[in-house]
């Protein structure tokens, strides 16, 4: 056992080991031990022999440990520590190294009436007693893994500014630019409270409240009941009354409790849960090269708001299906993210309230217990989509027993490399601006609005009541807002499908609105397009040079040709093979890696009149020999590197394209007398030959402008 975790046993037994004058002292918490307690602790052999024999290592660990904390340690300010919850820690980690992006810092914003500041103050202070989390440090490098240190008093930093001055354009610019200034402050994970409340005076008897936290503390359920207390308090204190902490809310009491689930049988549970998941679940319009989930960039959102009369039937549709319209809406986009992605399974993020149901007053509690699982579907086109939805409940329902299993460790049992997916859904029965105004308070609240981001490119947030709202969250940064718009449609257009056709097989439901198939079958099907039918490719070309001679016509690695460029060294080519004997149809194999030669030569072979043949460098020695002696031409254009590979065939001239430029340079660069025409050989393609021998297939110059 390592001394921190010989720390951490003690504190889960309620004592602590503390360095007095440079002695070491064991103390039992006698709130919540009995005298006989701490007197067997105080016995045991187990722990006196380890202090005894750590001794000095313990001084020093704790000593060491002290100095890291920023508190005063004559204070003996530290109430409890403890370990992270799963999300904490990736909370922790996209804030500590990627500070500049600003997820996970989220905001209140509100206008109050008539604001005591005397009592405002001291409502909050009382807020900051009644929950342990609101007090709490973050200290990721005192100890060999990050711990949450809950302080006895904290000071809540409340600002207050007067733009009572400035016009009601210029206020509103004044207070969005602050909000944007104070999200981008973040928080020192070493100093509580990781919160911090501004009050902007807008009026006679108007303030405009900021209160930005750290979502690290506490989840979007905790909010309402955080912004209840503080009302209820601020009523009570402005009536001349105290309001009493019946019972502190201890956070730590959640981490111990999952710290007791059976990790054998949860690792059982999600290996099941995601068997058939190989593969990433990532938006198709999003470069596969970038770093989706960093948080980078500038986030907006699109919202969806379903009409009452849509939400009503919804709502009927789940209670006859006898499901929920959480799981309705998980429906919809597993079904959009198969047909997006293609693959049978995938796989994504749906945010879990995480509130064991066996902790006590749970529902009270201000912390962060929600949690982001894995949501796995599988498509099967012949399951009814009532039959599928309900499967995806009972997934739902049984994955709540392990809903506390971090993410790093559910997609580490998949195998996936990566990221798993990069879109997650949450679904929210009562936002805080609905809490807030079911109660008359003494404190008037109004225009309650609240700001989150993620690091999550794209991300539903869904509220349900008398119409559905939903908001598609996503970074401006890596998706265009059309394609965001159309998710947004293609998503109603599949609700309105599933309650309309509670019959119907998965196979049924297509994601396509009217709009797209009109594209699909009408615009993007619009293919003609006027050209001469006796163009070859040879006279387009010819055209272009024309046209825009110093255009870049070629970039390979570091080089590059221009137009004209490309034309005299293939014109000099051609002249050249003219001279060996290629003519009208001529078929010549070209043998040469990828490069600027290959394009010289193919252009070369065509202005000389020949039909070019490639064959890959990368083929087997028996099929190149097959092609060259079925092709039956007397000459191979190659390079020096190319032609170690080639097979030796009697009769036949092997043209080295990068050991003869000094002999094409005296050739002409002007173009040839030619006579080729649109019904002429343009090139022969062969087949793969995985039914029997390759087959050349020939392309004449007609089609190949045709189809360009």
């Not at 720390?7 to 064991?26: G, T």
């Not at 005192?142 to 207050?160: D, N, T």
């Not at 016009?167 to 630019?177: F, L, N, T, W």
């Not at 998503?491 to 056709?501: M, W, Y």
């Amino acid at each position: 056992m390592e001394n921190q975790e010989f720390i951490e046993y003690l504190q889960r037994s309620h004592f602590s080991l503390l360095v007095e004058n440079e002695k070491l002292v064991l103390k039992g918490d006698r709130n919540k031990l009995a005298p006989k307690q701490i007197d067997d602790i105080k016995k045991n052999e187990f722990v006196i022999n380890y202090i005894r024999q750590n001794k000095s290592e313990l001084i020093k660990h704790l000593s060491l440990s002290a100095d890291k904390f920023p508190l005063d340690k004559k204070s003996r300010n530290i109430s409890s520590m403890y370990r992270l919850s799963g999300l904490q820690h990736g909370m922790l980690f996209h804030g500590l190294y990627q500070q500049e992006v600003g997820a996970y810092i989220e905001q209140l914003t509100c206008e109050l009436v008539a604001v005591d500041y005397m009592i405002f103050e001291k409502s909050w202070e009382f807020i900051l007693k009644c929950h342990s989390i609101l007090r709490t440090a973050f200290l990721y490098d005192a100890f060999s893994v990050p711990v949450q240190c809950v302080l006895k008093k904290v000071k809540l930093p409340i600002e207050v500014f007067d733009f009572t001055s400035l016009g009601y354009d210029e206020q509103s610019d004044a207070i969005k630019r602050y909000e944007t200034e104070d999200r981008a402050k973040g928080f020192d994970f070493k100093v509580a409270p990781l919160m911090r409340v501004t009050l902007i005076r807008i009026g006679e008897e108007r303030y405009h409240m900021v209160l930005t936290i750290h979502h690290i503390l506490f989840d979007g359920w905790s909010l309402p009941i955080l912004m209840e207390e503080f009302l209820t308090s601020y009523g009570l204190l402005l009536n001349g009354k105290e309001p009493e902490v019946a019972e502190e809310d201890k956070y730590e009491e959640y981490i111990r409790h999952i710290e007791r689930t059976d990790k054998q049988l949860e690792t059982t549970y999600w290996q099941n849960y995601l068997r058939g998941v190989e593969h990433s679940t990532l938006l198709p319009f999003i470069s596969s090269t970038t770093e989706r989930t960093k948080g980078l960039g500038v986030y907006k959102a699109v919202p969806l708001q379903v009409d009452a009369a849509l939400t009503y039937k919804v709502q009927a549709f789940a209670q006859r299906s006898r499901v929920t319209v959480n799981t309705v809406m998980q429906g919809v986009w597993s079904f959009l993210l198969h047909h997006f992605t293609g693959n049978v399974n995938i796989v994504y993020g749906v945010v879990v309230s995480g509130r064991p149901s066996d902790l006590k007053n749970v529902e009270q509690r201000v912390g962060l217990y929600i949690n982001t699982l894995p949501l796995h579907s599988t498509l099967n086109e012949d399951q009814g989509i009532v039959e599928w939805l309900q499967q995806l409940q009972r997934d739902q329902v049984s994955s709540q027993k392990y809903q506390h299993t971090p993410l790093s460790t559910t997609k580490e049992l998949t195998g996936v490399q990566g990221d798993l997916f990069d879109t997650i859904m949450a679904f929210e029965n009562f936002p805080v601006s609905k809490a807030l105004s079911v109660k008359k308070w003494a404190l008037q609240v109004e225009n309650v609005r609240f700001h989150e981001q993620t690091n999550y490119p794209l991300s539903l947030t869904i509220t349900s009541s008398d119409v559905i709202n939903i908001t598609f969250g996503y970074n401006a940064s890596l998706l265009e807002e059309s394609y965001v718009n159309g998710i947004k449609d293609h998503f109603k257009h599949v609700l309105f499908q599933f309650v309309n056709n509670a019959k119907g097989r998965v196979g049924d439901f297509s994601i396509l609105t009217d709009s797209d198939r009109g594209k699909i079958l009408t615009d993007f099907n619009n293919t003609i397009i006027p050209f001469r039918k006796d163009n070859t490719i040879v006279d387009l070309f010819n055209q272009q040079v024309l046209e825009d001679p110093k255009a870049k016509a070629l970039v390979f690695e570091e080089d590059e040709l221009t137009y004209d460029d490309l034309n005299r060294r293939a014109n000099q080519l051609a002249h050249f093979l003219r001279s060996v004997g290629v003519t009208q149809e001529s078929l010549v194999p070209i043998f040469i890696e990828r490069g600027l030669e290959m394009i010289i030569g193919i252009v070369g072979i065509l202005k000389a009149g020949g039909a070019y043949v490639p064959v890959d460098s990368e083929y087997p020695l028996e099929r190149i020999e097959y092609m060259l002696k079925d092709v039956g031409s007397k000459i191979i254009l190659s390079s020096s590197t190319s032609r170690i590979r080639l097979p030796i065939i009697e009769g036949v001239r092997i043209i080295e394209l990068d050991t003869i430029w000094q002999e094409l340079s005296q050739q002409p660069s002007g173009n040839l007398q030619q006579d080729v025409k649109s019904n002429h050989l343009a090139y022969i393609i062969y087949t793969s030959g995985s039914t029997g021998k390759p087959k050349g297939v020939m392309v004449e110059h007609g089609g190949v402008v045709n189809l360009a």
